[in-house]
């Protein structure tokens, strides 16, 4: 077979190959498929309360004080801003927010992401308010099948293609609102120590923490050097 030939059924091949590509709605371009699109993930605000009664002195009713801790890993885990609390009005307001803002110390929530408050009594009800904003992920239901299975000449994806991935990404993301816009760094616990890294980095320095004698000749010290 000549050159001339070989190029020319090559040239054919890939002709033929082009022709088999799948046409899109105007019959010209393959149409790519957005799962983000065709199932895209909402998300959402969920104001969450809870209502604890205050026995005075510094403590709570033992079933309060389970819902207590419950509340703040909730908030830990999935609060967005600060931890509210308002107590009712009355001669122990003061006591109570106090002791309020010292156990939510104690159990990890950051002292300047807790505000304290009072409101006024309503039908008796003398019990403590605590309420934050934590936001939740939502998609629609799967199950589209308005589209026959065998309906291919078009080579486009049934309408529930990606709708479990998005399910999946809805129910494992940590924090919902990562999905709509990226966290600042300087939100971060470490965001200090990742700029004193960051300089040392950028200054050709050794960029881990000095040890000191002891921290040297421990077992295992060495790991990770």
Same mark, same amino acid.
């Given at each position: 077979?000549?050159? +001339? ?7 054919? %091949? ?7 590509? @799948? ?40 079933? +309060?004080? %389970? ?24 001669? +122990?307001?003061? !006591? ?11 159990m990890g929530v950051p002292r300047a992401k807790i505000l304290v408050g009072t409101?006024?009594? %309503? ?16 998609? !629609? ?6 589209r026959e299975a065998n309906d291919t000449e078009d080579n486009q994806p049934m ?27 300087? +939100?971060?616990?470490? %965001? ?12 050709? !320095? ?14 295992? @010290?060495?790991?990770?050097?």
């Amino acid at each position: 077979m000549s050159k +001339d030939v070989f190029r020319l059924a090559a040239f054919s %091949a890939l002709l033929l190959a082009g022709s088999c590509a @799948a046409p899109g709605p105007d019959n010209n371009a393959v149409t790519t498929v957005d799962p983000d699109r065709l199932h895209p993930i909402t998300v959402q605000p969920d104001y969450r309360v809870a209502k604890v009664s205050y026995l005075g002195g510094g403590s709570l009713a033992p079933e +309060d004080s %389970a819902k207590l801790d419950r509340v703040v890993q909730d908030y830990l885990g999935r609060g967005d801003g600060s931890l509210s609390v308002s107590v009712p009005e009355g001669p +122990d307001s003061s !006591e109570a927010n106090a002791y309020f803002g010292e156990s939510l110390t104690q159990m990890g929530v950051p002292r300047a992401k807790i505000l304290v408050g009072t409101h006024p009594v %309503a039908d008796g009800d003398r019990r403590v308010e605590i309420s934050f904003v934590a936001y939740i992920a939502h998609t !629609e239901p799967c199950g589209d099948w308005s589209r026959e299975a065998n309906d291919t000449e078009d080579n486009q994806p049934m309408p529930n293609f990606g709708c479990a991935v998005q399910h999946n990404i809805a129910a494992m993301v940590d924090n919902p609102r990562d999905l709509e816009e990226s966290r600042r760094l300087d +939100d971060a616990p470490d %965001a200090s120590r990742r700029a004193a890294v960051m300089g040392h980095y950028e200054k050709g !320095e050794v960029t881990q923490a000095a040890k000191n004698s002891a921290e040297q000749n421990a077992p295992g @010290a060495s790991i990770g050097n």
